[in-house]
């Protein structure tokens, strides 16, 4: 088992960069694939990035390709999710979820409390 927790939201202007870190507890992180998902108001929960055990792949929804970046460091229990040109739409509860490497909402286990962040316009 592993909690997660996320950090880093807050209020950003549109073109900004921000650094959103999930951290874990826990010896198994690194058996378990990473993916953040995020909701906006009155939306459903979508996916964003996912990364896998080692790090060695990652996959991006289309709107966040080449804008966001998913990494990991193992040792010290931690995966970063980077995006830059951010823009209004990004705006939501960003989640980490740890689990099998996936889009799919339901391939995850275990989910922190979310992070908020607004990107104004």
């Known amino acids: 088992q592993v909690q997660l927790m996320e950090s880093g939201g807050g209020l950003v202007q549109a073109g900004g960069s921000l650094r959103l870190s999930c951290a874990a507890s826990?010896?198994?992180?690194?058996?378990?694939?990473i993916g953040w998902f995020r909701q906006a108001p009155g939306k459903e929960r979508e996916f964003v990035a996912a990364i896998t055990q080692s790090g060695g792949s990652t996959s991006y929804a289309d709107s966040v390709e080449g804008r966001f970046t998913i990494s990991r460091d193992n040792a010290k229990n931690t995966v970063y999710l980077q995006m830059n040109s951010l823009k209004p739409e990004d705006t939501g509860v960003y989640y980490c979820?740890?689990?099998?490497?996936?889009?799919?909402?339901?391939?995850?286990?275990?989910w922190g409390q979310g992070t908020q962040f607004t990107v104004s316009s």
């Open positions: 979820g740890g689990g099998s490497y996936s889009t799919k909402l339901s391939r995850y286990y275990y």
């Open positions: 826990g010896r198994t992180f690194s058996i378990y694939a």
